[in-house]
């Protein structure tokens, strides 16, 4: 599953791994389930930094870092239902949009922060990765 993000990760330095148990930790923290292939990220990488493609950059924070930052940002307020898990080291926050079962990857700006502003960039995190990759 993760073999597929390799050639988007050229650019990017990873943060390194964590344990199940901490993921769970968040799952318990946040009240969500997060998606397995993102679980398999954080397992595997923890976070990441860096540049994807040409014109993308990308901030995944890693698991002890989510929980932080969703409480300090108040999400919960402010875009209910979203789940913060990185931003493109700027004004915009991607996320998880728990509204929706399917559960897919959004960006929002940090400010205003409003639910009406989300729009849809994936429904996975592979697909969330060549999104960033193709940004003209």
Same mark, same amino acid.
């Given at each position: 599953?993760? #073999?597929?993000?390799d050639? /988007?990760?050229t %650019? *990017?330095? !990873?943060?390194? !791994? !964590?344990? =199940?148990?901490? =993921?769970? $930790?968040v @799952? #318990?923290?946040?009240? $969500?389930?997060?998606?397995?292939?993102f679980?398999?990220?954080?397992?595997k /990488?923890?976070?990441a930094e860096?540049?994807i493609? @040409?014109?993308?950059? $990308?901030? $995944?924070?890693?698991?002890?870092? =989510? *929980?932080?930052?969703?409480?300090?940002?108040?999400?919960?307020?402010?875009? +209910?239902?979203?789940?913060?898990?990185?931003?493109?080291?700027?004004?915009?926050?991607?996320? /998880?949009?728990?509204?929706?079962?399917?559960?897919? =990857? *959004? @960006?929002? +700006?940090?400010?205003?922060?409003r639910?009406?502003?989300?729009?849809?960039?994936?429904? %996975?995190l592979?697909g969330?990765? @060549? /999104?960033?990759?193709?940004q003209?």
């Amino acid at each position: 599953m993760l #073999k597929n993000l390799d050639k /988007y990760l050229t %650019d *990017v330095e !990873t943060k390194g !791994t !964590t344990t =199940i148990q901490n =993921i769970k $930790i968040v @799952e #318990k923290a946040l009240e $969500i389930s997060l998606p397995l292939d993102f679980k398999l990220f954080l397992e595997k /990488y923890n976070g990441a930094e860096g540049g994807i493609g @040409e014109n993308s950059y $990308i901030q $995944i924070w890693s698991a002890e870092d =989510i *929980v932080k930052r969703n409480k300090r940002l108040d999400v919960n307020e402010f875009a +209910p239902g979203l789940v913060l898990i990185g931003s493109d080291g700027g004004g915009t926050a991607y996320a /998880y949009d728990t509204r929706d079962g399917s559960m897919p =990857i *959004v @960006e929002i +700006p940090f400010i205003p922060m409003r639910l009406k502003e989300v729009k849809i960039c994936a429904k %996975d995190l592979a697909g969330f990765f @060549e /999104y960033l990759y193709n940004q003209k």
